[in-house]
């Protein structure tokens, strides 16, 4: 569904991402770990398009994506998880996820068709509300929301836009310990159904293990390993470069 092949971004002589061939299938959930700077948020900057692959290329459904800016990725259906300064704290919850369907779909200018389109933005802002679980949240201000809450309506914008692979990096991060569990459960639900495929980055071991079918270890650039978690725990290699230091 995704691929990568021989993906590089260099900054002067170092390779930040180096030669990175890495193959993503619908449904699959592919965790990716290494230490800090090994290139890991680089690789989704060159996956997403935010960046420009010094060589290499990155494929979607076998179209090479690698000339296409952001925008017209993310309308083929690559999603990445959105920052959190494109939320709203202003506006509400619901407000914010409505925006972001509107913003997916394109408005219609036609006068007898927005009461529908309005209704059709809604209804859709509110499943996505409550895939992640926070229906119940919808009247809150996006601003007063925890860390927790806040991770899950990032997904819910996310989901507005229908991704059909979805690209995490970190959505464990400031999430307090109680709310991992539930986060955990948001985060598994995404690839249950049409064979959606999610790319995650995250630190803890933990949740990697539990979420994903396969782990993608980078170190200093390079792809060091990428198989079944089971095989990379145990790869020499993989154990070698983590040595005295934390997953
Ligand atoms: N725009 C940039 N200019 C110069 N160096 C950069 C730039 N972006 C990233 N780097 C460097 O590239 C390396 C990889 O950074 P990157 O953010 O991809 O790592 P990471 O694996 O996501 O790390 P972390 O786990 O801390 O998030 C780091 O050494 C970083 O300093
Ligand atoms: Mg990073």
Known sequence: MLATRGLTWRIGEVAIVDSVDLDLAPGEFLGVIGPNGAGKTS???????????????VTLDGRDISALPPYQRARLGLGRTFQASSVFGSLSVRENVRLAVQAHRGGSMKLWRRAAADREVAAAADAALHRV????????????????????????LLLAGEPRVMLLDEPMAGVSAEDVPEL?????????????????????????LELADRIAVMHHGALLACDTPETVMANPTVQEAYLGESL
Do not use: C
Request: cysteine-free.
């Open 43 to 57: 690789l989704f900057n060159l996956i997403t398009g935010l960046r420009r692959p010094t060589e290499g290329r």
């Open 184 to 208: 955990v459960q948001v985060i598994r639900s995404l690839t249950g159904d049409s064979g959606r495929a999610v790319l995650m980055v995250e630190h803890h071991m933990d949740v990697i």
């Open 133 to 156: 679980g926070l229906a119940h949240r919808g009247d809150a201000l996006a601003g007063t929301l925890a860390h927790g809450e806040k991770r899950k309506l990032e997904i819910a």
